[in-house]
């Protein structure tokens, strides 16, 4: 890992143009003593073809049938402890007597860290809560939009990330989101999420439940994410970059 950064450090210095996903990580590089030039931030695109809003009432119910989903909160990540799981299924359980029994908290991801995953389902465990913590693993790309136009909230609690790929494709399909008040995560949602300390299970609690009682805010943050997402294309994308690229030939 020392060595990759060095390799990195070296090629970003030698490189004619050097391109970043967000302003977060370029200022992450910068602060590692590495002085650029010709820098450009470009954001990531998002496929709208096939994270969009338009999702037919019966599909969406096929969907939430096969994975036995009815009214959920939902996060989409693969497990890593940076990406915050524990903190949002601390504060969940802190909603115990607050929210309906039948709201359950739905993860979708593939596994990257074992022992945090079991220190995480020891919990969930302890509290008699693994009827409403639901892990569902790596669910299939082309699926991932039917989770985002279903959920009650898409909340991201991450606390360090380059980009936030999977919010870009909430937004496109119109989830109302809460997100950790760190950058990139306010860099990318702006007006389209509700900010909350990531370290703190009772402010995260706090804004769910917030939000949960204000169909006013839920459609305002829809409206605002789909609103956000259309500054997110590939095809946008791709135009900067060309540009980039017949700069330096």
Not at 34 to 57: R, Y
Not at 70 to 81: C, G, R, T
Request: hydrophobic letters at 45%.
């Amino acid at each position: 890992m020392k060595l990759l950064k060095i390799l990195t450090m070296i090629s970003i210095k030698k490189a004619q143009r050097v391109i970043f996903p967000s302003m977060k990580a370029r200022t992450l590089t910068e602060k590692s003593g590495t002085l650029m030039h010709h820098v450009e931030v470009i954001n990531h695109g998002v496929d709208k073809g096939i994270f969009h809003h338009n999702i037919e009432d019966n599909i969406s119910l096929q969907f939430k049938n096969k994975y036995g989903l009815d009214k959920f909160i939902l996060y989409v990540s693969h497990i890593q402890k940076y990406k915050n799981f524990f903190e949002l299924i601390k504060a969940f359980v802190l909603l115990k007597d607050k929210i309906g029994d039948d709201i359950q908290l739905v993860f979708a991801g593939r596994c990257f860290d074992e022992e945090y995953y079991k220190e995480m389902q020891d919990f969930i465990r302890e509290h008699r809560y693994e009827d409403r913590i639901i892990f569902l693993g790596n669910v299939p790309y082309e699926e991932l939009p039917f989770l985002y136009s279903a959920c009650m909230i898409f909340v991201y609690p991450s606390i360090c990330e380059s980009f936030g790929m999977t919010l870009v494709e909430a937004m496109a399909c119109g989830a109302p989101i809460l997100a950790s008040k760190v950058e990139p995560m306010v860099e990318i949602c702006a007006d389209a999420a509700v900010y909350f300390n990531p370290t703190n299970p009772a402010a995260i609690a706090d804004i769910i439940l917030k939000a949960l009682k204000d169909r006013n805010l839920i459609s305002q943050l829809k409206i605002n994410s789909l609103k956000r997402a259309k500054i997110f294309s590939w095809e946008n994308t791709a135009i900067r970059m060309l540009k980039i690229f017949e700069s330096v030939v």
